[in-house]
């Protein structure tokens, strides 16, 4: 089920009047949310709940056992092991066996493994990572167990965030979900504030934009210059409205059952370089290699050369986990050779995310935007090749650069610099549509009026409808 079809509105409809209705009778609410979730995601294919019911039931066990097992080891490493197996058997067992035969025939061999071909259950890399963290710290002894099994398998299928993130640590979900909620209006009026921001950034500027994208792409061959940079910038802004903007809708989808979700996105593009990029963009997951893989490898405490190497580890893998295709491999691999080098300039200054970016810093922002984009090509071509082609034919052809150039996506463009206008304006607020405080938002007519134009934007302009780009993650 998306986020923005009529069917979501009417099951989000039924589901928070039922869930209010309940009161403060937690385990119903509980309940309730969990099987809400499980309609949610059987939406799509209820074949799909079976793995994510593994995955609840071998975590929650696992959770329980930690607390009194002596082989705490063995029992962190099974849970591992199996949910790792989950999914590498779904997301890349075909991948590394087409790899595998195409290496063997290089030397002259033939290898005959099947492959599977399997349907790829969506949002099954959140769900995992997730699961995953809950075992971890109790095997840390950073969380105790717990016994209800209600509310820790309504933690793993949340449906907010279920299919796309934010991967929530349970240190921070699953108390909420142990924890009475109440009605707040003012809560509940601040997440529909973040969904309409949201469903602007999908609907209007990510889904505008991939029709130019896909149409560029297909011909990128014989473009002319700017019509390839016009490619380049229409994803770099398509991937930014499309996943920010499903974590917009989250976030806000939970504040109307009283629950908060971490942030995912801090104003990515207007970082002054690439270290504070990937500490403003998709947070959750890189905070989750950075606990759970970049710190237990030594962090950067081992000198330049094992830092460097757990840099590579992390985005390598990191580039493999959005999708089986050497193209997120080297996209990794581009970001983590970014930061080797930033490293080396000493540039990478740590900065505190809810510090507002100034004038002064446009220089850097615009630059480090540059760099972001060149790789975003790389995430985006089907191949190696393709991306190596592209971007050869950019350069190659800006000699013959022209302004006539460009044929798709001028509109598309206009609706980005209308988003990045509003969010620089509102830059420091986690919302561009929290208006309150401002001289302009001190009158109720003048924050309605804002509110009906932007969702007069969202149904009419917005773009034909796309899968959210981050549901094949």
């Known amino acids: 089920m998306s986020f923005v079809s009529v069917a979501f509105f009417i099951f989000l409809s039924v589901v928070f009047t039922v869930y209010w209705f309940l009161g403060r009778n937690l385990r119903w609410q509980n309940l309730w949310l969990l099987l809400a979730s499980y309609v949610f995601y059987g939406w799509w294919d209820w074949r799909f709940l079976i793995l994510i019911l593994i995955t609840s039931v071998s975590s929650f066990v696992s959770g329980l056992w930690l607390e009194h097992a002596q082989h705490k080891r063995a029992v962190v490493a099974s849970n591992i092991v199996l949910n790792l197996g989950i999914l590498g058997v779904f997301k890349y067992y075909d991948f590394f066996v087409e790899n595998l035969q195409k290496l063997f025939l290089q030397v002259g061999y033939s290898l005959d493994v099947p492959t599977l071909r399997l349907i790829l259950p969506v949002g099954i890399s959140f769900y995992t990572f997730q699961s995953l963290s809950y075992t971890i710290d109790v095997y840390r002894g950073k969380l105790r167990a717990t016994n209800d099994v209600v509310a820790f398998f309504a933690y793993i299928a949340f449906f907010p965030q279920l299919v796309a993130g934010p991967i929530e640590r349970a240190s921070h979900l699953l108390p909420q979900m142990l924890g009475s909620r109440t009605f707040r209006y003012d809560e509940a009026t601040d997440g529909l504030r973040r969904m309409l921001w949201g469903f602007f950034k999908k609907m209007v500027v990510a889904d505008n934009c991939a029709v130019a994208v896909n149409l560029i792409w297909e011909n990128y061959a014989e473009a002319d210059a700017l019509t390839l940079i016009g490619g380049m910038l229409l994803f770099t802004f398509q991937i930014y409205g499309d996943f920010s903007g499903y974590s917009d809708i989250a976030i806000g989808t939970s504040k109307l059952f009283g629950i908060n979700l971490m942030e995912n996105f801090r104003l990515p593009y207007f970082s002054k370089n690439i270290g504070e990029f990937w500490r403003r963009w998709h947070i959750s997951l890189m905070a989750w290699f950075r606990d759970y ?121 206009l609706y980005c610099g209308l988003m990045l206008v509003v969010e620089w304006m509102q830059r420091d607020r986690l919302c561009p549509l929290q208006l309150k405080g401002l001289a302009v938002g001190r009158y109720r007519v003048v924050r309605w009026t804002i509110y009906y134009l932007v969702l007069i934007l969202v149904f009419f302009g917005r773009g034909e409808d796309q899968t959210f780009i981050y549901f094949q993650f």
């Open 293 to 413: 893989l970049y710190i237990p490898l030594g962090g950067s405490r081992e000198g330049n050369i094992r830092t460097v190497r757990n840099v590579f580890i992390v985005f390598l893998l990191s580039g493999l986990w959005h999708g089986a295709n050497w193209t997120f491999v080297a996209w990794g691999g581009y970001n983590a050779c970014l930061l080797t080098v930033q490293r080396w300039l000493r540039s990478n200054q740590k900065s505190d995310l809810s510090d507002t970016p100034t004038w002064h810093s446009i220089p850097q922002i615009i630059f480090t935007f540059f760099l972001v984009a060149i790789g975003w090509v790389v995430f985006r071509s089907a191949s190696i090749a393709e991306a190596f082609d592209y971007l050869t034919r950019l350069f190659t052809t800006l000699s013959s650069f022209s302004l006539g150039g460009l044929q798709h996506g001028k509109v598309a463009l």
